[in-house]
């Protein structure tokens, strides 16, 4: 009989600290989430300015200080933007819709009609049998109240932002006293260079595909004559940036809507097919090319981050599932303990995109602009 295999006390003893530090930090982060969800977006948005200054930066003859204010007034105003749009969009599109929820239950009785045609039922249910005593109007101005909940947490997201970016200041000293050596410095800057890489990559990838998507969601549902177009296109914009459930409600929330407002069913087939498509063709044609290196995660890691954060943050964590998926990628894959749980991450078992120059002791590409003061002077 094969003998079972004999493990070290000293490793049990480290997977048990290991497995009880997990335990203990997710919960930490559960209990903590009204404090820490607005600093994640914070750090976000810092990495938006960041990428957006350096964008323009390279394609623009503005200094450096010139350069980093003009981002943050652009994607602070972007922001500000997109959470007024959010709590007078969607409070209006609530109100509208409760308004003619008196016609949504005849509207919903012939649908169900003519489903029980197909199948030969003479008498169908109704629409009040099917969903007993709930109370649509109510539930819709619920959802606006909580659209408008959302102001109050961009608040503290922009203390978080103002005070993230006062602290950019003693940065470079910090790396100094963190690293004093300038062989360890240099790689804190490559794992930095490969979170910020990765992140601003991903935030690159979902805006312009995002966009096309938008653009023609937009075109078709004018077409179609579907009401608060706008509406719908800026939510298809948003839940782009959350994995696979962005898809699903951007592809069928629009149609449903369709089925209620139109009295035929083409306007709704007509969304339903002309939306697919056009999900279809960027995400297996447009996207792909796009992505290259940058999203190098397992579909199942990225399903499994969507559930995990959106557990514990909700709506902002299956936002940043992703990107965080990618930080915790990129920082794994520089120790040696968790290295396997990198590669089990990535999408080809390659962690990060200099895996076959560092094989070789080859010098990575260090981060652009990321100028370290030398020691004991205190000046780049």
């Not at 990060?352 to 981060?367: C, F, G, L, V, W």
Request: hydrophobic share 55%.
């Amino acid at each position: 009989m094969k003998l079972p295999i004999t493990v070290p006390t000293n490793t049990v003893a480290r997977n048990a600290l290991v497995t009880l530090a997990v335990v203990a930090v997710g919960a930490a982060l559960y209990w903590l989430r009204d404090i820490l969800t607005p600093l994640a977006m914070a750090i976000f948005l810092m990495i938006m300015i960041d990428g957006v200054k350096r964008f323009i930066e390279d394609r623009t003859s503005l200094p450096d200080h010139w350069a980093g204010i003009a981002a943050l007034l652009l994607v602070t105003v972007a922001f500000v933007g997109a959470i007024a749009f959010i709590v007078n969009g969607a409070a209006g599109f609530f109100s509208d819709a409760s308004g003619v929820s008196s016609g949504i239950g005849p509207r919903i009785d012939a649908i169900i009609a003519d489903g029980a045609k197909l199948f030969g039922v003479t008498t169908p249910p109704t629409a009040q049998e099917l969903i007993g005593s709930i109370d649509l109007r109510g539930y819709l101005i619920g959802l606006a109240g909580q659209a408008q909940g959302v102001a109050s947490g961009s608040f503290f997201v922009l203390v978080y932002l103002g005070f993230l970016l006062a602290s950019q200041v003693g940065f470079r000293r910090k790396i100094i006293a963190m690293f004093p050596e300038r062989e360890q410095r240099n790689e804190a800057l490559e794992v930095f260079q490969r979170v910020r890489g990765g992140v601003e990559g991903y935030l690159w990838v979902q805006t312009v595909t995002g966009a096309i998507i938008c653009a023609a969601a937009w075109i078709l549902m004018r077409v179609v004559g579907l009401e608060h177009a706008e509406f719908w296109t800026f939510v298809i914009f948003v839940v782009g940036f959350i994995p696979v459930l962005g898809g699903a409600v951007a592809g069928l929330a629009p149609p449903l809507f369709a089925l209620v407002q139109f009295p035929t069913y083409w306007p709704a087939l007509i969304l339903l097919v002309g939306l697919q498509v056009i999900l279809f063709v960027v995400g297996n044609m447009i996207q792909p090319r796009m992505q290259g290196e940058n999203q190098n995660i397992d579909p199942v890691a990225v399903l499994l981050a969507l559930a995990l954060w959106g557990k514990m943050w909700g709506v902002v964590g299956m936002f940043l599932s992703t990107p965080l998926a990618v930080m915790a990628m990129a920082i794994l894959a520089e120790f040696r303990g968790s290295m396997w749980i990198a590669v089990l991450l990535s999408g080809d078992g390659k962690p990060y995109a200099e895996d076959e120059a560092r094989s070789h002791h080859a010098p990575a590409k260090r981060p652009a602009r990321v100028k370290p003061p030398r020691p004991g002077t205190g000046e780049p």
